[in-house]
C-alpha cells in the first residue's frame, strides 16, 4: 500500500524581530480547516488588539483553499510575502499571523516585504515543520502469557504501545504505520495461533 504523506507545522509557536524600530511577532500554527484558521487568526487580533496591524496567511488542503490579508499595509507587501513562506517551505495546513507595532520609520514597499517574510520564516522555525503520515489506532486483548511476547513484537512494526489495560485479560493500544497495519495483524493472529487480531480504532495523519 503507498503510504501518502504531507508535510506541516509541527506545533504552535511564536518569535519575534525589530526592524528599525518596528516591533514584528511571527505566529504559526497547524491547522486543520478554514474554521480553525480564522479561530487562531482572531484569537491574535484579540490578544494582539494594540497592534499597528496584524497580516496572516492561511493555505488548506495544498491550497484547496487559502487566503492572504495585508490588514491596512500597502497593498501585496505584507499578506502574500507570508503566504509566500508557507508555499515555499513545502507545508500545508497551516496559519501565519504576523503582528506589526510601528515604530515611526517607514520602511518602504521593500522593506516591508522583507520583514514580514523574515518575520513569518522565524514563526515557522519555531514551529518545526514535520512530516506526517496515515496512521492507524489498534486495540488488541491478549491472555497474559501472550503479553511479553506481543511488546516485544509490535515495536518490530514500527508500531507505538500507548494505553495498556490489565484487567481479567490485557488491552493494549496502539499506533502504526497505516501501510504495515496488515502485516501486524497477520504476524499478531499468527503469533496466537489465531486468537489475537487487533482491532481498527481510527486512522488518521500521525507521526510515523
Not at 515611526?104 to 515543520?129: C, E, F, M, N, T
Not at 501501510?179 to 500521525?206: F, I, N, Q, W
Amino acid at each position: 500500500m503507498e503510504e501518502k504523506r504531507y508535510v506541516t507545522l509541527g506545533r504552535t509557536a511564536s518569535a519575534e524581530m525589530i526592524e528599525r524600530k518596528s516591533r514584528f511577532i511571527g505566529h504559526a500554527a497547524h491547522v486543520e480547516s478554514v474554521e480553525e484558521a480564522n479561530a487562531f487568526i482572531d484569537k491574535i487580533k484579540a490578544e494582539y488588539s494594540d497592534a499597528t496591524h496584524n497580516v496572516y496567511a492561511y493555505e488548506i488542503n495544498g491550497g484547496a483553499a487559502a487566503r492572504a490579508s495585508d490588514d491596512g499595509e500597502p497593498s501585496g507587501t505584507a499578506g502574500i510575502p507570508v503566504l509566500d513562506v508557507i508555499r515555499k517551505s513545502g507545508f500545508t495546513d497551516a496559519v501565519i499571523v504576523v503582528t506589526r507595532y510601528f515604530g515611526g520609520i517607514l520602511l518602504g514597499a521593500g522593506g516591508l516585504v522583507r520583514a514580514y517574510s523574515a518575520a513569518a520564516k522565524l514563526a515557522v522555525d519555531a514551529a518545526g515543520i514535520v512530516e506526517l503520515g496515515r496512521v492507524c489506532d489498534m486495540t488488541l486483548t491478549c491472555q497474559y502469557q501472550d503479553l511479553g511476547r506481543l511488546q516485544n513484537e509490535l515495536p518490530k512494526f514500527g508500531a507505538t504501545i500507548g494505553e495498556i489495560d490489565y484487567g481479567a485479560d490485557v488491552t493494549i493500544i496502539f499506533t502504526v504505520a497505516e501501510s504495515g497495519a496488515d502485516e501486524l495483524c497477520a504476524r499478531v493472529s499468527e503469533m496466537t495461533g489465531g486468537k489475537v487480531l487487533p482491532e481498527l480504532l481510527e486512522t488518521r495523519y500521525g507521526t510515523v
